[in-house]
């Protein structure tokens, strides 16, 4: 069982930045995957960021090319999302999740394929 709890949310201009912390309190391993959700009001829940635990690699939805940067800290058992240059389109709840099969396999985006999940932390942008 991984317990995952998300922070850093908030409210920012269009243009700010925010970093958001997912803390896990079981050990991350190498067969792990940890992303970054959100969902937008209105929307369906979109995968936004991945980092797969056994060599760092990491993935990004489009949208967010070049403006999030998702990083581990292995000691601390912990997945970080930095997101600069903030935009109005970016508000929505977000959600750390946990895939504990992704081996070396390639992540994927369907969140159905994710065995844990945190609460969530809103992030509000204004114009």
């Known amino acids: 069982q991984v317990l995952l709890v998300e922070s850093g949310g908030g409210l920012v201009q269009a243009g700010g930045s925010l970093r958001l912390t997912c803390e896990a309190s079981?050990?991350?391993?190498?067969?792990?995957?940890v992303a970054w959700f959100r969902r937008a009001p209105g929307k369906e829940r979109e995968f936004v960021a991945g980092i797969r635990w056994s060599d760092r690699t990491v993935y990004y939805v489009t949208s967010v090319e070049g403006r999030f940067t998702i990083s581990g800290d292995k000691d601390k058992n912990t997945v970080y999302l930095q997101m600069n240059n903030l935009k109005p389109e970016d508000t929505a709840v977000y959600y750390c999740?946990?895939?504990?099969?992704?081996?070396?396999?390639?992540?994927?985006?369907?969140?159905?394929?994710?065995?844990?999940w945190g609460q969530g932390t809103q992030v509000a942008v204004s114009p």
């Open positions: 079981g050990r991350i391993t190498e067969n792990f995957g």
């Open positions: 999740a946990a895939d504990v099969h992704v081996g070396t396999a390639t992540m994927r985006g369907d969140y159905r394929r994710y065995d844990f």
